[in-house]
């Protein structure tokens, strides 16, 4: 069994830091919560992960307080599908992966010629198996999108891959491209966008498919669970609407809030910010959708 020494030079056995969380975290009424990532040194010693966890069992542990986690690295650089595959290996059953996309194909002058890149990412993850949930594809604030270049890479973006079907969420930050127009193109794929509640970012909850996609970037470092009771319970009412088929009437839109329609998967994902404070946000609100 896998042993550690705490600080005091007490020797541990790991698997006593797991006790009371085995089986992870079902989603509730179909709202799964996250974080961004589970490699930050700050949540070590602690704050997330407890003394005398090796690092080597963060995914491990983290997998089983919450019930989904956004990828970011896959962004920065590419992984094995070996890597894919012992990630899904160390998580419980249920639990899911949000993945970022490479940015060398969303960074490309020419969206649409990237194809090829799209299908060599989309084989390599597809080792996640069951544990793979939402592809991020995000453009960054400053980016010089070309509508037609724009519409023709959305096409590329295959429904399935290996027989698993995907769901993919567009996280365009350029303001001036996201417009009724956007929506529309976006809605006649079935894809979805994020609502970012940030001040630097486009933020609007427009509905373009049959699941939701927050990532919440307002946590406070002065707050022990990132957000207060009070901010969180309304996140919790927001997700429950939202996983009803509803509408918060709360939040920011472009266009018109679309007719009630069937029950949905909303994933909620506090990113950024005082990202220390992130996992405790997540299992905060994870106690008060409990509480229904």
């Known amino acids: 069994m896998p042993i550690t020494t705490t600080r005091r030079g007490h020797r541990m056995d790991n698997d006593d830091l797991f006790s009371g969380a085995t089986t992870g975290v079902d989603a509730i009424d179909g709202i799964r919560v996250g974080i961004g990532g589970w490699t930050y040194v700050p949540w070590r010693g602690g704050n997330f992960y ?73 084989a390599g993850i597809a080792e996640l198996g069951d544990r793979l949930g939402p592809i991020v594809w995000q453009f960054d604030k400053g980016s010089e999108l070309d509508r037609d270049d724009f519409i023709a890479f959305l096409d590329l973006l295959p429904r399935s891959v290996e027989g698993r079907p995907l769901r993919h969420v567009l996280d365009v930050r350029a303001p001036d491209f996201v417009d009724s127009s956007y929506l529309a193109l976006v809605r006649e794929r079935g894809l979805a966008t994020v ?9 609007f909850a427009d509905l373009t498919t049959d699941f939701v996609y927050l990532r919440l970037m307002r946590s406070r470092a002065d707050v022990t669970t990132g957000y207060t009771g ?63």
Request: glycine share 8%.
């Open 50 to 122: 407890p003394e005398g966890l090796i690092q080597r069992r963060e995914l491990e542990y983290a997998s089983r307080r919450l019930s989904a986690i956004e990828i970011n690295g896959t962004y920065y650089g590419s992984q094995k599908p070996a890597t894919y595959a012992r990630w899904a290996a160390e998580t419980p059953p249920g639990f899911l992966f949000s993945l970022k996309a490479p940015r060398r194909i969303v960074q490309s002058r020419v969206l649409a010629g990237t194809g090829g890149q799209v299908e060599d990412f989309l």
């Open 230 to 292: 009070e901010e969180l319970t309304l996140w919790a009412q927001r997700a429950r609407v939202w996983a009803g088929g509803g509408e918060p009437d709360d939040v920011p839109r472009i266009d018109p809030p679309t007719a009630p329609g069937r029950p949905r998967d909303v994933f909620v994902y506090f990113i950024s910010a005082a990202k220390e404070r992130n996992p405790a946000a997540a299992m905060a609100l994870i106690g008060q959708l409990r509480e229904r």
């Open 195 to 203: 609502f970012t509640d940030s001040r630097d970012y486009p933020s």
